[in-house]
Antibody
């Protein structure tokens, strides 16, 4: 069974940093792109970033470029999202998703206080 | 960036009704489109991929069609558990972009 479990969310002050984790199981981790998608409270879904199966390539939304870094650890089947210089408009539930976004985790809430 | 629009933004329906939701892309995306269902407080669940392929385990009352710039999601006979918000997603080019959603009230 494919499982993705996010963790690491919480309350952080504006300008601060936070690292999210997405632990995966049930599939061949290195064979799939992995993504982060976010959803501000009461709003729609916004794609944030993607990393290649072997970690060699990444793509970012303009809104997070230079502030967020996606990485993956093939040994532990985990994807990370390092978030720096956080702003109030980064407040959202952050989801990790696999491949062409076929499976998603349950999400973790990040709240940035100004 | 490719912009995705959806219509209607919301609709009130009844159990057993046929429901059609439309998604339009600002430029051609071949059939690189998925449809998702999201219930309050839950993660999105993929229903359709490649515009018209049914995700494994999804009831056959859900179907998708279209190619290029116009796509539809159809629910042939609405069930009480279908109360949710529905989003489309284009994955033809980065950044991937979602439609703004259609809220279906039973």
């Amino acid at each position: 069974e494919v499982q993705l479990v996010e963790s690491g969310g919480g309350l952080v002050q504006s300008g601060g940093s936070l690292t999210l984790s997405c632990a995966t199981s049930g599939f061949t981790f290195s064979s799939y792109w992995m993504h982060w998608v976010r959803q501000a409270p009461g709003k729609g879904l916004v794609w944030v970033t993607r990393i290649d199966g072997d970690g060699s390539g990444t793509v970012y939304a303009d809104s997070v470029k230079g502030r967020f870094t996606i990485s993956r650890d093939i040994a532990t089947n985990t994807v990370y999202l390092q978030m720096n210089s956080l702003r109030a408009d980064d407040t959202a539930v952050y989801y990790c998703a696999r491949g062409y976004l076929d499976y998603w985790g349950q999400g973790t809430l990040v709240t940035v206080s100004s | 960036d490719i912009q995705m629009t959806q219509s209607p933004s919301s609709l009130s329906t009844s159990v057993g009704d046929r429901v059609t939701i439309t998604c339009r892309a600002s430029q051609g995306i071949r059939n690189d489109l998925g449809w998702y269902q999201q219930k309050p407080g839950k993660a999105p669940k993929r229903l359709i991929y490649a515009a018209s392929s049914l995700q494994s385990g999804v009831p056959s009352r859900f179907s998708g069609s279209g190619s290029g710039t116009e796509f539809t999601l159809t629910i042939s006979s609405l069930q009480p558990e279908d109360f949710a918000t529905y989003f489309c997603l284009q994955y033809n080019s980065y950044p991937f972009t979602f439609g703004p959603g259609t809220k279906v009230d039973i």
